[in-house]
């Protein structure tokens, strides 16, 4: 099973600024298979990205991916006040296929 | 797409609940669904898929042997069938809707809370 680490744990900013969130899997992600999905309180995740750098549909550009391997970053080019939230890479497969990991979780912070 | 949820509460250590996810807007039977959790102030853990027909299925090891995932395609509902329960089950349960022929998740549900609680 593959481990996701995401880094740092958490993060604190000013709107305005650019956010880089780490993702770091135990070993090579197949096919790229890594996804980026958001998390505002009380609500489900949404997907962002997909394939390591495709943006979901209705996703903003300021939202980007990229990475290959075992090293990925999620890049938020200008934050907006609704982009606080927490932030969770995951690597997937095919489905079904056997359990797929999520990393831990960046909580992404207003300063 | 909507998926929604249903069947979750408080429920003693050692006891049983069924939870059901009820979709619509999309053909459901051409589709795996997935199970994801979230305790209390956590991540997200996955728990559980079932093919398309049913025929095959996959559990995370914490619940392997306690949880059993099924569906009814004619209802277009999931279910996950939870037994042997644990205070570490108390979480959010979301029905998971996956797309592309991969375990990449699209559409979720609200969500359903389990207590496992004396």
């Known amino acids: 099973e593959i481990v996701l680490t995401q880094s740092p744990g958490s993060l604190s900013l000013s709107p305005g600024e650019r956010a880089a969130l780490s993702c770091r899997a135990s070993?090579?992600?197949?096919?790229?298979?890594l996804a980026w999905y958001q998390q505002k309180p009380g609500q489900a995740p949404r997907l962002l990205i997909y394939?390591?750098?495709s943006r979901a549909t209705g996703i903003p550009d300021r939202f980007s991916g990229s990475g290959s391997g075992t090293d990925f970053t999620l890049t938020i080019s200008r934050l907006e006040p609704e982009d606080f939230a927490v932030y969770y890479c995951?690597?997937?497969?095919?489905?079904?296929?056997?359990?797929?990991?999520f990393g831990q979780g960046t909580k992404l912070e207003i300063k | 797409v909507h998926l929604v949820e249903s069947g979750g509460g408080l429920v003693q250590p050692g006891g049983s609940l069924r939870l059901s996810c009820s979709a619509s807007?999309?053909?459901?039977?051409?589709?795996?669904m997935h199970w994801v959790r979230q305790a209390p102030g956590k991540g997200l853990q996955y728990v559980s898929v079932?093919?398309?027909?049913?025929?095959?299925?996959y559990y995370a090891d914490s619940v392997k042997g306690r949880f059993t995932i099924s569906r009814d395609n004619s209802r277009n509902t999931l279910y996950l069938q939870m037994s042997s329960l644990r205070a570490e089950d108390t979480a959010v349960y979301y029905c998971?809707?996956?797309?592309?022929?991969?375990?990449?998740?699209?559409?979720w549900g609200q969500g359903s809370l389990v207590t496992v609680s004396s």
């Open positions: 998971v809707k996956d797309c592309m022929g991969v375990t990449l998740f699209d559409y």
């Open positions: 807007g999309f053909t459901f039977d051409t589709h795996a």
């Open positions: 079932i093919s398309k027909d049913g025929g095959s299925t």
């Open positions: 070993q090579s992600v197949s096919s790229n298979y």
């Open positions: 394939g390591a750098s």
């Open positions: 995951q690597q997937y497969g095919p489905s079904p296929g056997g359990v797929y990991t």
